[in-house]
């Protein structure tokens, strides 16, 4: 089964607004929590990450939160831009005793409408 | 400058060629992967390899093989190529001495079509 899951395969804001990703992950051994950003014909990059020692880290628009009990991340995106228009792939590992793989959801497409 | 590289983008074989995917990296990581991406499946990780000849399969390996002589080079080998697997395939690599240890770096991907 699907070890790390993406409830939404797209969404769509207006530019300007606030929006949510979300991930689900069942292996309560995951430490680490990353989202990666996928342009068109590009190759993903990694966009934020956390480590389970803390439940949230921000990087200017982009803020992670991590639910450990819940076993569910987030990525939440301010004041977004067209160019934040893309896939994010959310993706989690473990990085203690780990075996440096990562696991990655399926993916949101999303897309800012100027 | 850290960089990913494959060959080639683009190829278009018939079932049951062989095929021949190669990955560079230039960062002297330890690590290399290799996933393929297909629609609704996001990333799926084919084969791990930690080092010069010490390599893991992944969540998907059934069809395919890898070969890592050098650290720098990682390749990804289909025997007798099959349908299912015209696919979107990245190469990454990690290392986990880095700052951000456990981000990939990822090359620009090979679009392989078996016809």
């Known amino acids: 089964g699907q070890q790390v899951k993406q409830s939404s395969p797209s969404l769509t804001v207006q530019e300007g607004g606030i929006l949510i990703l979300n991930c689900d992950y069942e292996n309560d051994m995951f430490d680490y929590f990353a989202w990666y950003k996928k342009y068109p014909d590009n190759s993903p990059t990694l966009l934020i990450s956390?480590?389970?020692?803390?439940d949230k880290r921000e990087d200017g628009r982009f803020t992670v939160f991590l639910n450990k009990s819940g076993k569910h991340f987030s990525l939440h995106i301010t004041a977004s831009q067209p160019e934040d228009t893309a896939v994010y792939l959310c993706?989690?590992?473990?990085?203690?005793?780990?075996?440096?793989?990562?696991?990655f959801g399926q993916g949101t497409v999303l897309s800012v409408i100027p | 400058d850290m960089k990913v590289t494959q060959m080639p983008r683009y190829l278009i074989k018939r079932m049951g060629e062989n095929v021949l995917l190669e990955c560079g990296q230039d960062m002297s990581h330890e690590t290399m992967y290799w996933y393929r991406q297909d629609p609704g499946l996001g990333l799926q990780l084919i084969y791990i390899?930690?080092?010069?000849?010490?390599?893991s399969e992944g969540d998907i390996p059934k069809g395919y093989r890898v070969s890592r002589k050098k650290r720098e080079h990682f390749s990804l080998i289909l025997d007798s190529a099959k349908t299912n697997q015209t696919s979107v395939y990245f190469c990454?690599?990690?290392?986990?001495?880095?700052?951000?240890?456990?981000?990939?770096?990822f090359g620009p991907g090979t679009r392989l079509t078996v016809l």
């Open positions: 390899s930690y080092d010069v000849d010490s390599n």
């Open positions: 993706a989690a590992g473990m990085a203690t005793g780990g075996n440096n793989k990562l696991t």
């Open positions: 990454a690599s990690s290392s986990p001495t880095g700052v951000n240890y456990a981000e990939q770096f």
């Open positions: 956390v480590r389970s020692n803390v």
